[in-house]
Structures are given as structure tokens and as C-alpha cells.
């Protein structure tokens, strides 16, 4: 079961950031034909990151912290230090912009250009973050897998 | 020109960006800060959460209330400078302390 909760957590990242993906290229796109599919596709993008946030989160708060002394242990400590550091941090970035997405797309963009232009902006922001998020999470599992490694040719020395 | 819940929780979001790098440092730097956090709900990463959840939303609704307007590129251009500032301040933090 937690390994299930351990891999929700990018998948639905990854589903979140496409669905943020869909939404900036139907606001470039702004008609009163997509109006109702482009605020769908942000109420997709708000769901899909707070299940990311509330799977990733279950994990961090009950979970993470064996990974974490086994990381710091490790040839890649840098990988909790640095990287899950920010990584914890800037997810609240990447909801806070979900939370908000749906705001923007509820307006008729069609015709209202300033939330047309936020609305492809927050969209934009949220795949370079969800795609930074995703590129850091394989940093922290390659962190503990260079030190599971490490631990096992030690292991096989003795 | 933005109005309404657009420009206020734009404004929000900006203000909550910045205010979630500079909790992270404080917290990081004064660790009787980290302690109470992680005390209120169990742990630090959640009161930090509902902290920007919070403040997000308590802003948004203030500004709305107010009639807070802005215009799109104000909204637009704040939120990009927030992200990166806000980004890459919390990766240098780690990196340096």
C-alpha cells in the first residue's frame, strides 16, 4: 500500500503538469467553443496537484525519514540537502498556482486578454514546476539508491 | 485591467510565493520556530502548508473584498518574478546553508 501512495505521488504530478500543459495550449488558444473544456482542464490541473501534494506529502510527513539518514549516508547527500529540501519547498509554489488556475480559467478569456495572458502564464509556470519537481524526485531516488548500492559493495567487502 | 477574485488572488499568490521562501529560511535558520511548527499539526512541512493555504486564501479574500484591480502584465510579470526569485532563492539557501 505505501509503495502505491510512494508512486501516485509523480503520477499525479505528471497528469497535473499535462493537464496544465492542455490548459495553457487551449488559453492560446481562447474561443467560446473550449471555454468550458479549458476550465475542466485547470479544475484537472487543482485535483491532480493536491492528490500529487496530499500523496507525496502522506509519504514525506510518515515515511521519508529512513530514506532521508540512508541519503545522507550515501555518495549523493546533496540529494536530501539540497534537492528534497527545495523540492519540499517549492511544492506549495506549484498548488498555490493550482489552487489559483481555475480562477483565471473560470473568466471568458476569448475577450478578457489580461486573464488570457495570466492564464498562460500560471499554466506556463506550473509545467516548468511540475516538470522541476519530476526531474528532482529522480534525483532523490537515484540519492537512495546510490547509497542502498554503496552500503551493499560495502556489505560484500567484509 | 484585472478586477475581482483575478487580480486579488494574482496579488495573493504573488505575496504567498515570496512569504514561502522566506519561511523556509526563518524556519531553517531559528530552529525553536521549526520546533513550534512541527508541534502545531506534528510536523513542520504541514503547518508550513496550511500556513501558505492560509495566507493565499485570507489575502485573496481581503483584496477582493477591497476591489483590488491590476492590469494582467502587472499580475503576469509578478508572478513570473515571484517564481523565479522565489525558486531559485530557496535552492541557493540550501546550497550556501
Known amino acids: 500500500m505505501n509503495e502505491l501512495i510512494l508512486f501516485s505521488h509523480p503520477t499525479f504530478g505528471v497528469l497535473g503538469t499535462m493537464a496544465a500543459l492542455w490548459v495553457f495550449v487551449e488559453a492560446l488558444n481562447a474561443s467560446d467553443s473550449n471555454r468550458v473544456r479549458t476550465l475542466l482542464a485547470a479544475l484537472a490541473v487543482t485535483t491532480l496537484i493536491g492528490l500529487a501534494c496530499a500523496a507525496g506529502g502522506y509519504w514525506y510527513v510518515f515515511h521519508y525519514a529512513p530514506e532521508k539518514t540512508l541519503i545522507l549516508s550515501g555518495p549523493w547527500p546533496f540529494a536530501h540537502g539540497i534537492v528534497m529540501e527545495t523540492k519540499e519547498h517549492l511544492f506549495f509554489v506549484l498548488l498555490i498556482l493550482a489552487v489559483y488556475l481555475p480562477i483565471v480559467a473560470a473568466r471568458r478569456l476569448v475577450v478578457d486578454r489580461p486573464a488570457r495572458i495570466v492564464a498562460i502564464v500560471v499554466a506556463g509556470l506550473i509545467v516548468l514546476h511540475g516538470l522541476a519537481i519530476e526531474g528532482a524526485g529522480a534525483i532523490i531516488n537515484h540519492g537512495a539508491k546510490a547509497a542502498l548500492a554503496q552500503a551493499v559493495a560495502k556489505g560484500s567487502d567484509r | ?97
Open chain 2, 1 to 97: 485591467m484585472l478586477e475581482g477574485a483575478v487580480a486579488a488572488f494574482g496579488a495573493s499568490a504573488i505575496a504567498t510565493i515570496l512569504f514561502n521562501t522566506a519561511l523556509a529560511w526563518i524556519k531553517d535558520a531559528f530552529d525553536p520556530l521549526n520546533d513550534l511548527m512541527a508541534r502545531l499539526t506534528g510536523h513542520h512541512w504541514i503547518t508550513h502548508g496550511l500556513a501558505d493555504v492560509a495566507l493565499f486564501l485570507v489575502l485573496g479574500i481581503i483584496l477582493t473584498r477591497q476591489g483590488y484591480r491590476a492590469s494582467g502584465s502587472s499580475i503576469a510579470l509578478g508572478l513570473v518574478a515571484a517564481a523565479v526569485i522565489g525558486g531559485s532563492s530557496l535552492m541557493l539557501w540550501f546550497v550556501f546553508f
